[in-house]
Protein backbone atom coordinates (compact mmCIF):
# COMPACT_ATOMS: atom_id res chain seq x y z
CA UNK A 1 0.00 0.00 0.00
CA UNK A 2 1.34 3.53 -0.81
CA UNK A 3 1.61 5.77 2.08
CA UNK A 4 2.76 9.56 1.95
CA UNK A 5 2.97 11.07 5.05
CA UNK A 6 3.62 14.43 5.64
CA UNK A 7 5.26 16.62 8.06
CA UNK A 8 7.21 20.14 9.15
CA UNK A 9 4.64 22.69 9.15
CA UNK A 10 3.95 25.59 11.40
CA UNK A 11 3.21 28.98 12.19
CA UNK A 12 5.98 31.39 10.97
CA UNK A 13 6.51 34.65 10.87
CA UNK A 14 6.82 36.37 6.90
CA UNK A 15 9.94 36.34 5.78
CA UNK A 16 10.68 32.60 7.96
CA UNK A 17 11.83 29.39 6.88
CA UNK A 18 10.32 25.88 7.42
CA UNK A 19 10.94 22.58 5.48
CA UNK A 20 8.50 20.15 4.90
CA UNK A 21 9.04 16.36 4.61
CA UNK A 22 7.16 13.11 3.08
CA UNK A 23 7.82 10.21 3.99
CA UNK A 24 6.60 7.51 1.57
CA UNK A 25 6.51 4.33 1.87
CA UNK A 26 4.82 1.25 -0.37
CA UNK A 27 6.75 1.63 -3.32
CA UNK A 28 10.36 1.84 -4.88
CA UNK A 29 10.97 5.58 -4.52
CA UNK A 30 12.53 5.69 -7.82
CA UNK A 31 9.44 5.15 -9.83
CA UNK A 32 7.27 7.88 -8.90
CA UNK A 33 7.61 11.22 -10.13
CA UNK A 34 6.58 13.26 -7.10
CA UNK A 35 5.21 16.57 -6.58
CA UNK A 36 4.51 19.14 -3.63
CA UNK A 37 0.83 20.66 -3.68
CA UNK A 38 -1.33 23.40 -1.36
CA UNK A 39 -4.42 23.92 -0.86
CA UNK A 40 -5.37 27.65 0.88
CA UNK A 41 -8.85 28.24 2.86
CA UNK A 42 -12.03 28.39 -0.31
CA UNK A 43 -9.49 27.90 -2.84
CA UNK A 44 -8.83 24.97 -4.98
CA UNK A 45 -5.65 22.53 -5.11
CA UNK A 46 -2.58 24.63 -6.43
CA UNK A 47 0.67 22.68 -7.85
CA UNK A 48 3.57 24.13 -6.10
CA UNK A 49 6.41 21.88 -7.17
CA UNK A 50 7.89 18.85 -9.20
CA UNK A 51 10.92 16.40 -9.09
CA UNK A 52 11.00 13.77 -11.29
CA UNK A 53 11.54 9.98 -10.33
CA UNK A 54 15.46 10.07 -10.78
CA UNK A 55 15.79 13.06 -8.89
CA UNK A 56 17.58 14.60 -11.49
CA UNK A 57 15.10 17.33 -12.75
CA UNK A 58 12.56 19.60 -10.53
CA UNK A 59 9.68 22.73 -11.29
CA UNK A 60 8.58 25.63 -9.75
CA UNK A 61 5.48 27.01 -9.98
CA UNK A 62 6.03 30.48 -10.85
CA UNK A 63 4.41 31.73 -7.26
CA UNK A 64 7.57 29.88 -5.51
CA UNK A 65 10.47 30.16 -7.96
CA UNK A 66 13.94 31.39 -6.26
CA UNK A 67 12.22 30.72 -2.43
CA UNK A 68 10.71 27.07 -2.82
CA UNK A 69 13.86 23.95 -2.76
CA UNK A 70 12.54 20.22 -3.61
CA UNK A 71 14.50 17.70 -3.07
CA UNK A 72 14.64 14.45 -2.33
CA UNK A 73 16.84 11.41 -0.47
CA UNK A 74 16.33 7.97 -1.90
CA UNK A 75 18.27 6.29 0.79
CA UNK A 76 15.90 7.48 3.10
CA UNK A 77 12.55 7.05 0.89
CA UNK A 78 11.99 11.38 1.94
CA UNK A 79 11.09 14.39 -0.17
CA UNK A 80 11.60 18.13 1.27
CA UNK A 81 9.97 21.42 0.36
CA UNK A 82 13.29 23.53 1.74
CA UNK A 83 10.34 27.15 1.90
CA UNK A 84 12.13 30.17 2.27
CA UNK A 85 11.02 34.20 2.41
CA UNK A 86 7.64 32.90 3.14
CA UNK A 87 4.60 35.20 2.83
CA UNK A 88 1.24 35.37 3.60
CA UNK A 89 -0.17 34.21 0.47
CA UNK A 90 2.03 30.95 1.12
CA UNK A 91 -0.73 30.21 3.72
CA UNK A 92 -2.76 26.66 2.64
CA UNK A 93 -2.39 23.03 3.68
CA UNK A 94 0.66 21.45 1.76
CA UNK A 95 0.55 17.69 0.46
CA UNK A 96 3.04 15.65 -0.94
CA UNK A 97 1.70 13.61 -4.06
CA UNK A 98 3.17 10.79 -6.13
CA UNK A 99 2.37 9.15 -9.24
CA UNK A 100 4.12 6.89 -12.51
CA UNK A 101 2.27 8.89 -14.79
CA UNK A 102 4.71 11.88 -15.53
CA UNK A 103 5.96 15.19 -14.36
CA UNK A 104 2.41 17.24 -14.33
CA UNK A 105 1.48 20.74 -12.85
CA UNK A 106 -2.27 19.35 -12.64
CA UNK A 107 -2.57 18.27 -9.19
CA UNK A 108 -5.50 15.71 -9.91
CA UNK A 109 -3.35 13.98 -11.95
CA UNK A 110 -1.63 12.42 -9.47
CA UNK A 111 -3.46 9.24 -7.89
CA UNK A 112 -1.30 9.14 -3.95
CA UNK A 113 -1.66 11.90 -1.66
CA UNK A 114 -0.55 12.63 1.72
CA UNK A 115 -2.62 13.87 4.66
CA UNK A 116 -1.40 17.29 4.47
CA UNK A 117 0.43 19.54 6.87
CA UNK A 118 -0.70 23.13 7.92
CA UNK A 119 1.76 25.42 7.10
CA UNK A 120 0.44 29.42 8.60
CA UNK A 121 2.01 32.62 7.71
CA UNK A 122 1.45 35.14 9.97
CA UNK A 123 2.56 37.86 12.46
Known amino acids: EVQLVESGGGLVQPGGSLRLSCAASGFTFGSFDMSWVRQAPGKGPEWVSA????????FYADSVKGRFTISKDSAKNTMYLQMNNLKPDDTAVYYC????????????????WGQGTQVTVAT
Open 51 to 58: INRGGSAT
Open 97 to 112: AAGAGGITATPTAYPY
